[in-house]
């Protein structure tokens, strides 16, 4: 029989066989609190090492404690999540955890959003008996992410994110005992590593052990600069988590009130991401087009598939792990770059100024743009197309200390002319969303036709390897998708080894794409809260009047006043870029 | 096995090695050829005697003669008097400690009366580095046997009636563990010697492995040939060199032999050996750790189940047995499970190798049926406390074990007894204490092995201990309170019930059992700031005694600190501010001067 019967807390559970005391007692409303312990559903992620033992419980006939979190239920088991047995352990061990944890969390940046804080909480700790010495570690900082180690609890989730779910493999635990610590080999640091600062060791760490460097402060030191325009563009999947800080649902679409707040922090100009996302498409799928017709006549130089090349992370993954590949993906800049690269020489003249006067600031759902907006080849003389990159989360920090009733703030438009955009830029922020927009373009400009449909449901989901055929009037283009970059190596080991039969391929290197980005709002393991950001894009995108990119009319404007054509020279200058070699 | 007329046994275990019998062996060998001896006289090092206390130890065949404490400089004494006079030369022979009486040969000698060898049969008696030798002494007879005469389920069965169980800690009914490992099925299996001993004291595994290592290799071959498993991996730390070289050695003539490799005697099962090393961590003795460490991860245990006998050695069916597991096997088969079961009590059956150190006259390595009793172990067999001392108590399983006292003198000694005796078998280290060791700085020393060796990934193991340790700083220095007691109690049991592995859950047992045998100790650490057996630095205190002191100046001028004052033939005066507590001050002076409180 593949059902069991057990106990919890004296009420009867008839569970599979392999369900673990964990779920059998959440599939009864008791919920026993973990730490280390993460799941999420549909993406096939979960961290159980069994290490912070904060959900140990009793089973009867066993010599020890059990937790709860990796312990399969049998058929019989009396369980009991409250004994004072089981209650005074967990206690206990918080209290060990909280005597090597630094007591400031009034001014620690998780402070809030800390899932030790909430246990401590939960679990009513009054008083840590335990005192003694502490874990010390030096900060280091590096140009996205910086660990704070003395606040690791080593739940281990971060290394899990970073070996198993990207295989970076930068995050392991090193040392033993009391001063094991999870870091690079070497315990070197993590801008000597080949870290992509994906962020995702951020999104999961429970504590402040991980965060991202903060610029909300130079960001407002430039908004108070009276000599400087400070203009702002906003990533899609940012408009589908910013309402989480501020108590939404999950899944609330806040583009209209995150155009009002943004204007009250005092940017002059609120633009929008999703104008650098179709200018994408343009390049992109010129891109695209070019290679495809270059197979078809045969060309064997011809480099197929075509990687997408928006995810600043995926680039610096394949640029440490791949740079034999680094040929394959598009030249195409991201849609954060192009932007900026727009904003400091198109948008700069029209407005009369000097580039060095004109500030541009994203909102990013992502830690690693902070680490792309600083790369050499995004700047001009020094001066970066791109100044600061703020995450989501910075940005609801930034809106709070500016004293903002973000909820009942009005819905107010983008600015022109970098604030306008299709249904094609605003899906960007979902896996798959790249390839879709882009197939929507190439579609129309390959075969010369209208589509008779936008939406492509077959390169939509949450399956981490995705692939479909599109047919391009009698031509089947055979597209893959993958996100998070376990996924994303791979087909890229299919490529390599000469068996993959794509002919383009979008990665994004966060589970669900930019909606589960390093810098979002914190999902504490709930992968619903991804979920619901995927469905308010797609909403976002049925709402425009205009859903593909090359229908843009300021895109149209943008190319017949300054840039000519796709792949022109002046695009090939501003919107196309160059990859490194990075493993040598 | 030739036509030598003698032989000369000279202890090639890393201690005698260390006590140059290397240098003896070769002073023999050029000796024998001047003497023109060569032909008639045999030299070879063997494993280890197990009578460490006296090396390194030459044992003269056929005669048994013992020599102990010899030197280089000895042998050409040996050679004139005993080999071609035919006398012993009585200086070097051992003398009863209280009797005071020479004793000629091992067999009279107390160490060796109480002894069954079993695993150690052939440590001390043959050349480790020679097959022949192990073949000579009925080895590979009984993976023949199983090959060609018994299908895997009659020797598992054979295995089971014996009644073995696992020496490496738990003691779990080896022929079970087999029997399980055997029915998973699998296209890829492993059988795994755990040869990481790491406990402080315990050198039973390295012992086997530098005196016989073939007897390993025979039973995991055996244990290949039950459970389905074609691979045979051995975990040994990397700082163990001489059975590492030794095991190599055994490895290459085993291949040589056609007993590994393919189609073993002609049987048609496929088995060979890989060593694997460790670098040293006492958690990797737990076999999900060890596996682990073998994969080339971190050595950290997981969660069982799934237990290794399921998904293992790199995610395969995987069957872990430590050294002197293995080392019982083929006497198990050649001489029948009945014959091992006749020795030990009702559920412990064979024998046990224990590593008797600490405050004892014989300290070495000795294996005794079980059943015996610690007095027997200590007092026959150890020789009793070293410089006439009380016994306190013994440590058994070491640093997850407990403590035993004077109560507990006349207890058998098996698995079952130890625990509800509140200790553990263990691997087998035995360290004895006596009246001069303090029972809370001892569970300190313990528990700062552990704290050093936690892997650090659960909690109550690698932040529990640590607080544990630092509590018990704080007594042995004088500043703990009654609160302080209790909490040791509570944080014990905690750490015990909530850990992830053994380690964990057995680390606070030190602690927990001095706590529950001499609680007195730690009171009087706590009320009266005074450690009753003058060993806890903070707590001594070194005065002159006025009347006793001549003003000598020997201690004023020996005192590494400068902490003491005063003029010649006057009061000598010690600055407690500055005193360092080493104790030369009391170790020099010849009046007795000085007052230690």
Redesign the interface.
């Known amino acids: 029989m593949d059902i069991i019967n057990v106990t919890v807390d004296n009420k009867p559970v008839v569970v599979r066989k392999g369900t673990t005391i964990l779920e059998a007692a959440k599939s009864i409303g008791i919920k026993i609190p973990t730490l280390c312990h993460m799941k999420l559903d549909d993406l096939n992620i979960e961290n159980k090492p069994g290490g912070c033992r904060i959900c140990v419980v009793e089973v009867k006939g066993r010599r020890n404690l059990a937790p709860a979190c990796c312990t399969e239920a049998t058929d019989g088991m009396e369980i009991s999540t409250h004994s004072i047995r089981a209650i005074n352990a967990r206690r206990t061990v918080m209290e060990l955890i909280l005597s090597d944890h630094p007591s400031d969390c009034l001014v620690c940046a998780k402070s809030g959003n800390c899932e030790l804080q909430d246990m401590a909480h939960r679990l009513g700790i009054r008083e840590i008996h335990y005192k003694g010495e502490q874990s010390t570690y030096r900060e280091d900082t590096s140009p996205a992410i910086i660990r704070e180690l003395n606040k690791c609890i080593l739940c281990r989730r971060c290394e899990m994110m970073c070996n198993e779910v990207q295989t970076v493999g930068v995050l392991s635990a090193v040392n033993r005992g009391f001063t094991s610590v999870v870091a690079p080999a070497f315990e070197m640091n993590l801008d000597h590593s080949v870290c992509t600062y994906c962020g995702q060791c951020v999104a999961v760490c429970p504590t402040g052990a991980l965060t991202e460097v903060d610029h909300t402060g130079a960001v407002v030191r430039a908004l108070a600069d009276p000599t400087k325009t400070v203009i702002v563009q906003t990533a899609p999947a940012v408009r589908a988590a910013l309402g989480e800080e501020f108590e939404m649902e999950p899944g609330t679409l806040v583009t209209g009130k995150l155009v009002a707040a943004l204007r009250r922090l005092g940017f002059d100009y609120v633009f929008d991401t999703d104008f650098g996302a179709d200018l994408t498409i343009m390049e992109e799928g010129t891109e695209l087009l070019n290679r495809l017709s270059r197979h078809i006549q045969g060309d064997p130089t011809v480099k197929l598939p075509i990687l997408t090349s928006c995810c600043p992370a995926w680039v610096k993954f394949f640029e440490h792990q791949f740079p034999d590949m680094k040929e394959i993906p598009s030249t195409a800049r991201s849609p954060q770059q192009m932007f900026g690269s727009i904003a400091k020489s198109y948008f700069a003249q029209k407005l009369g100024i000097r580039r060095e006067d004109l500030v541009v600031v994203s909102i990013m759902p992502c830690v690693a743009k902070k680490y792309e907006c600083g790369r050499d080849e995004f700047a001009v003389n020094g001066n970066p197309d791109v100044d600061y990159a703020l995450t989501t989360r910075e940005l609801a920090a930034l809106v709070k200390v500016s004293n903002i009733q973000f909820r009942l703030l009005p819905n107010e438009d983008f600015d022109h002319p970098l604030g306008e955009s299709t249904g094609a830029g605003v899906i960007f922020g979902t896996t798959g969303g790249v390839i879709e927009a882009a197939v929507r373009t190439a579609y129309e400009l390959f075969t010369g036709k209208e589509l008779p449909r936008v939406e492509f449901t077959e390169l939509r989901g949450m399956e981490g390897l995705r692939s479909a055929t599109i047919d391009f009037n009698g031509m089947p283009i055979n597209i893959g998708i993958a996100h998070g970059l376990g996924n994303a190596r791979k087909l890229l080991e299919e490529i390599r080894s000469g068996k993959s039969q794509f002919h383009a391929i979008e990665i994004m290197s966060c589970p669900g794409g930019c909606i589960g980005g390093g810098g979002q709002p914190y999902h504490h393991g709930n992968a619903d809260v991804i979920k619901k950001r995927q469905m308010a894009l797609y909403r976002e995108d049925t709402n425009k009047t205009i859903r593909k990119s090359h229908e843009n009319p300021y895109i149209i404007k943008l190319y017949e006043e300054f840039l000519g054509q796709p792949m022109s020279e002046k695009a090939h200058h501003l919107l196309h870029t160059v990859y490194f070699d990075r493993a040598h | 096995m030739s036509e030598y007329n003698m032989q000369i046994l000279i202890c090639g275990g890393t201690g005698c090695k260390a006590s140059e019998s290397e240098e003896i062996r070769n002073s023999f060998t050029e000796l024998l050829n001047e003497y023109g001896l060569e032909e008639e006289v045999q030299v070879v090092t063997t494993g280890c005697f197990g009578f460490c206390e006296k090396g390194p130890i030459v044992k003269m065949m056929p005669d048994n003669t013992f020599y102990v404490h010899v030197k280089p400089a000895d042998t050409e004494e040996i050679i004139k008097e005993h080999i071609v006079k035919g006398r012993q030369v009585e200086r070097l022979l051992y003398r009863d400690p209280v009797t005071k009486s020479v004793v000629h040969d091992s067999k009279h000698m107390d160490f060796y009366k109480k002894q069954i060898r079993i695993a150690l049969r052939n440590c001390g008696f043959i050349n480790p580095e020679s097959i022949d030798e192990y073949i000579a002494r009925d080895g590979y007879q009984a993976l023949g046997t199983c090959l060609s005469e018994r299908t895997p389920e009659q020797v598992i069965d054979e295995i089971k009636k014996s009644g073995l169980r696992g020496r490496g800690g738990g003691g779990f009914p080896t022929g079970l563990k087999w029997e399980i490992t055997a029915k998973v099925a699998g296209d890829q299996k492993y059988v795994v010697c755990n040869a990481d001993e790491g406990d402080p004291g315990a050198f039973m595994d390295r012992s086997i492995l530098e005196g016989d290592p073939h007897s390993v290799i025979e039973a995991m071959a055996i244990n290949g040939y039950c459970t389905g498993a074609s691979k045979g991996l051995v975990y040994i730390r990397a700082e163990y060199p001489l059975a590492i070289a030794r095991l190599k050695i055994a490895l290459d003539q085993a291949r040589e032999y056609g007993l590994l490799g393919e189609d073993i005697l002609g049987s048609g099962f496929d088995f060979d050996i890989e060593i694997r090393y460790g670098a040293g ?1 006492f ?1 990797c003795g737990e076999e999900t750790a060890l596996i682990h460490s073998m994969e080339g991860c ?1 050595g ?1 245990p ?2 069982k ?1 799934p237990f290794p006998s399921e998904s293992g050695y790199l995610g395969k069916p995987t069957n872990v047995n430590n050294v002197e597991t293995y080392a019982n096997i083929p006497v198990i088969i050649n001489k029948g499970a009945s014959w091992f079961a006749s020795i030990g009590t009702e559920k412990s059956k064979g024998t046990k190798v224990f590593a008797l150190a600490g405050k004892i006259n014989n300290v070495g390595l000795i294996e005794v049926p079980m059943g015996t009793t610690l007095r027997e172990v200590i007092y026959d067999i150890g020789g009793g406390i070293r410089g006439g001392k009380k016994f306190k108590a013994v440590q058994t399983g070491g640093p997850s074990g407990g403590l035993l006292t004077s109560e507990f003198l006349d207890t058998p000694i098996d698995y079952d007894n130890l625990i509800a005796a509140g200790s553990m078998m263990g691997s087998g280290g035995m360290i004895v204490m006596d009246e001069d060791d303090c029972m809370v700085a001892i569970a300190k020393f313990y528990l700062g092995f552990t ?10 193991c ?6 544990l340790y ?1 509590i018990l700083e704080k007594i042995t220095e004088g500043k703990g309170s009654i609160e302080d007691i209790d ?1 040791l109690n ?2 014990g049991n ?1 750490i ?5 592995c053994g380690l964990g ?1 057995t680390s606070p047992n030190p602690v927990l059992s001095s706590l529950k045998h001499f609680r007195h100790e730690y009171l009087a650490h706590v009320k009266e700031q005074s450690c009753p057996a003058g060993q806890c630095k903070a707590l001594v205190k070194y005065t002159v005694i006025e009347d006793k002191c001549t003003g000598c100046t020997l201690c004023f001028r020996n005192c590494p600190v400068g902490a003491i004052t005063g003029e010649k033939r006057e009061v000598h005066f010690i600055d407690q501010s500055l005193c360092i507590k080493c104790g030369v001050c009391f170790d020099k002076c010849k009046f007795g001067a000085i007052l230690v409180s």
């Open positions: 961590a958690v971190r950290e997981t969660f189940p704290v050093e060796e936690s892997c650090g990934k659960c909690a109550p690698r932040i529990g201990n640590k607080r630092e909490r509570l944080l905690v015990k019930d909530a850990s992830l859950q």
